[in-house]
């Protein structure tokens, strides 16, 4: 099912056995994803394989999370990620960033 207002446009799925549903919004300047409900005993994740900007240059991308600082992207990453679970990341030539 698809809403749309002014302010942006919603997909909202619901999965064949009616166990798995969440909501895509799409907005001018971002995008959010809502999972609504998840299959009792089951853990979802998301998976992002893009680049922001379009390109990637290992020497200019940056990550953060646990401790805010700015990583860079060849820099490994172990662990788990405390509540709440978010990651960003970002290009050094550009004002945006991904946050997941």
């Not at 299959?39 to 390109?55: A, I, L, R, T």
């Not at 405390?82 to 960033?97: C, I, L, N, T, Y």
Request: with cysteine; charged share 25%; aromatic share 16%.
């Amino acid at each position: 099912m698809k809403i749309a207002s002014e302010e942006h446009i919603c997909i909202v799925f619901t999965s064949e056995n009616g166990n798995w549903k969440g909501q895509w919004y799409f907005y001018a300047n971002r995008c959010d994803f809502t999972m609504a409900e998840v299959s009792p005993g089951y853990k979802y994740w998301v998976q992002y394989e893009g680049v922001p900007s379009g390109e990637m240059d290992s020497t200019e991308f940056w990550y953060a999370s646990v401790d805010k600082e700015k990583h860079q992207i060849t820099e490994p990453f172990n662990g788990d990620l405390p509540s709440p679970e978010w990651m960003a990341f970002g290009d050094k030539e550009s004002s945006r960033q991904l946050c997941v």
